[in-house]
Each structure stands twice: as C-alpha cells, then as structure tokens.
C-alpha cells in the first residue's frame, strides 16, 4: 500500500502559513488514502460491471492527485534555490525558450491562466525536448511518456487561504521557494 509522506519540513516556508500548509498535506493525505482504498476495491468487483468501470475511472484521479502534489512538495525548499549554472536542464531550457527569463515567463503565464490544475515543465526522453503544459484535472493533460520536472499547484487550496484570489502573488512566492536540486534530478543528468 502507499504511505504518506512527511513533508513537515517545509512548514515555515516562506509565502506559504502553516495553515495552508497543513490543510494541503491533510488533502494529499486524502489522495493517499483514496488510492490504497481503489487498489482495494478493484481487486473484489466483477469485471463487467458498472462499478468496476467507475472504480478504474477513478482511479487516475486519485492516483495522479497523489503524485503530483508529491512531486509539488519535493521541488519546494525554505529559501528557493538556483538553477545550476551550465547545467544540462539550462541548456536544453535556453534551447527551447532562449533565456531562464522567458521560460519563467511561459511558466509564469500559463499559472496565471484561467481555470484549476497544474502547470508542469515536462521532459520528453524521446525528443530530448522540454514543456511547459498544463494539466487541466489530474487526469487530463498529462503528456503521456514525459517526465515532470517541475510541477505547481495552481488549484485554489494551494493558495486562497493566504493570498486570496491574488493567484500572481502566490505564483510569485512559489518560484521564490523552487527546489532547483529536486527538479534536475528528475531531469537525470
């Protein structure tokens, strides 16, 4: 079965009150526990049924609510880190956009989107290529086969408790606290 994971370190973090912090962990919590609860379920119903089918249906709701509000946490870090300069991630970040800048620009501007979801920096392994995308639900927009990078919540629950509707500013504290370390070991170079 999955287990939670501890991410009480980042309480303190900058732009963020533990308020919100825990409300969050307490939904990542629910996401972990609806998974193991679906792993369950579908092993007793009769294939074939509409039951069966809903339990599946549901089952990448829940399962990518859990990994993506995983991958959220773990490229957070109190006080933010840097890209490492000359690194394989910059170079195919400059390729694609031309600068950081205008990569965090495109990131930036796709959080500040109308509507709930995601936006993930994704790596495909195949064209050795990077995106920024957005994931509309947790299971719609995923671009099957690529690796998030850098993942951020931009579903209200990860910010209204502290800034309100003032979406921009909690973009803004997010990429203050971006865990540059986590997101170029997922990049595997």
Do not use: C
Request: hydrophobic share 40%; net charge negative.
């Amino acid at each position: 079965m999955y287990e939670t994971k501890d991410f009480s370190d980042l309480l303190g973090l900058e732009g963020f009150s533990d308020i919100l912090l825990n409300n969050h962990f307490t939904l990542y919590q629910g996401y972990v526990t609806n998974t193991n609860k679906l792993v369950d379920f579908m092993k007793v119903k009769e294939i074939g049924t509409p039951e069966y089918a809903e339990l599946h249906r549901r089952f990448g709701w829940e399962w990518n609510g859990m990994r993506l509000h995983e991958l959220y946490f773990e490229n957070m870090v109190k006080g933010g880190s840097v890209l490492t300069s000359g690194s394989e991630l910059e170079k195919v970040i400059n390729y694609v956009w031309g600068s950081f800048e205008n990569w965090q620009k495109d990131f930036v501007g796709i959080g500040a989107m109308r509507g709930i979801g995601w936006v993930v920096l994704a790596y495909d392994p195949i064209k050795k290529m990077v995106f920024n995308t957005w994931i509309n639900e947790h299971n719609e927009g995923n671009l099957v086969g690529a690796t998030p990078l850098l993942v951020m919540d931009v579903f209200e629950h990860a910010y209204i408790t502290d800034y309100g509707i003032k979406r921009a500013d909690y973009i803004s504290a997010f990429m203050k606290n971006i865990n540059w370390s986590a997101v170029e070991k997922r990049f595997g170079f």
